[in-house]
């Protein structure tokens, strides 16, 4: 049985609305990606002091810790969006939930990848099967199982429920990832930023990490919306091909009539 | 700023094999992802193109959609 989608979720569901609200969004969300980056490149780079234990090495944070907190916001919302495909049937949903796949998995290599240039001057080691670090590769492995089921399966609705039900049994690694570093000893530092109790980072150091995570989330949006425009246009695209073949399938004459 | 002290910034108090490259591999990802949606954005708009003014509903893409699963079952 198909629920009924809520009459907002429904406004919204029109892909030719949604091509028309986003690509007046995109230049501002272009605009804004940018001048957050540069802000949070210059304070992240020329401002920020040198961490008292670490030095010059914590300027790699300014990266890694936008890249990361955006991995798991991306599967969050590629989640969401999987849950709403399935039980509403959103036109749209589907197409948003595959386009950030391949968005999430590059970000989680950004963040494994700087984790481990990081890890090496302060850890002495370029990586360590702990449980942060496992967590976040088993992540990547979600997001590439998404992105395979959608290749392997030829039939488009049966590869969007498996791949739909995949992204939302994976939801359970989220809360691994952010508490692991509480219910394991691991060699990744415990939370900083966001704690019940209030962030421990010095302010010099957390707004330009702020500024860097809202260049990178306005990054986000922009990709996103154009992935999400390609996979319509992609959509419309398979209609006209097959609309094309059968038209020319009917209108050519009968193989045994040459014969 | 001289060239002394431009040197000093670029050593990342030793750490510059690991500080330059980390913002390096995030740029490349980054240009990446931006450039190849970019182009297959375009790509798709020149395959629309090339069956001109024929209109194509989304609405009518899933019927499609649904009409190419019912025959692959």
């Known amino acids: ?259 | 700023m001289d060239l002394d002290s431009i040197l000093i910034y670029i050593d990342m108090g030793g750490f510059s094999a690991y500080v330059w490259p980390a913002y390096g591999a995030c740029a490349g990802i980054m240009i990446w992802l931006i450039v190849a949606s970019y182009i297959r954005l375009l790509r798709e708009k020149r395959m629309l193109a090339k069956f001109g003014s024929r209109r194509t509903s989304v609405e009518k893409v899933s019927d499609i959609d649904r009409a190419e699963a019912h025959d692959d079952a």
Not at chain 1, 32 to 39: H, K, R
Not at chain 1, 184 to 203: D, Y
């Open chain 1, 1 to 259: 049985m198909i629920m009924r989608s809520p009459k907002t979720l429904h406004r919204f569901a029109n892909p030719a609305r949604f091509m028309r609200l986003s690509s007046r969004a995109l230049p501002w969300c272009l605009v804004m990606s940018f001048a957050f980056l540069l802000a949070g490149l210059y304070l992240g780079l020329f401002v920020a002091p040198p961490d008292y234990q670490q030095g010059e090495s914590a300027r790699i944070m300014f990266v890694h810790v936008p890249a990361a907190w955006l991995a798991l916001l991306i599967y969050g919302v590629m989640a969401v969006a999987s849950a709403t495909a399935l039980v509403w049937r959103h036109p749209l949903a589907d197409l948003i939930a595959k386009s950030c796949a391949p968005i999430g998995a590059a970000f989680t290599i950004v963040a494994l990848v700087t984790g481990s240039l990081w890890g090496k001057p302060m850890w002495g080691t370029w990586w360590v099967w702990d449980a942060r670090l496992t967590s976040v590769l088993i992540l990547l492995f979600l997001y590439l199982g998404y992105m395979a089921l959608w290749q392997a399966l030829e039939n488009r609705e049966t590869a969007s429920k498996a791949a739909a039900i995949l992204a939302i049994i994976g939801v359970i690694n989220l809360p691994i990832i952010k508490f692991s570093v509480d219910w394991w000893n691991t060699l990744h530092q415990p939370s900083s930023v966001v704690k019940l109790s209030g962030s421990t980072i010095h302010s010099s150091m957390l707004w330009p990490l702020l500024i860097m995570a809202a260049g990178f989330l306005m990054f986000f949006f922009v990709v996103l919306i154009l992935k999400v425009q390609r996979e319509i246009i992609a959509s419309k695209v398979r209609a006209n091909q097959y609309l094309s073949s059968t038209h020319s399938h009917e209108s050519s004459p009968p193989a045994d009539r040459d014969e």
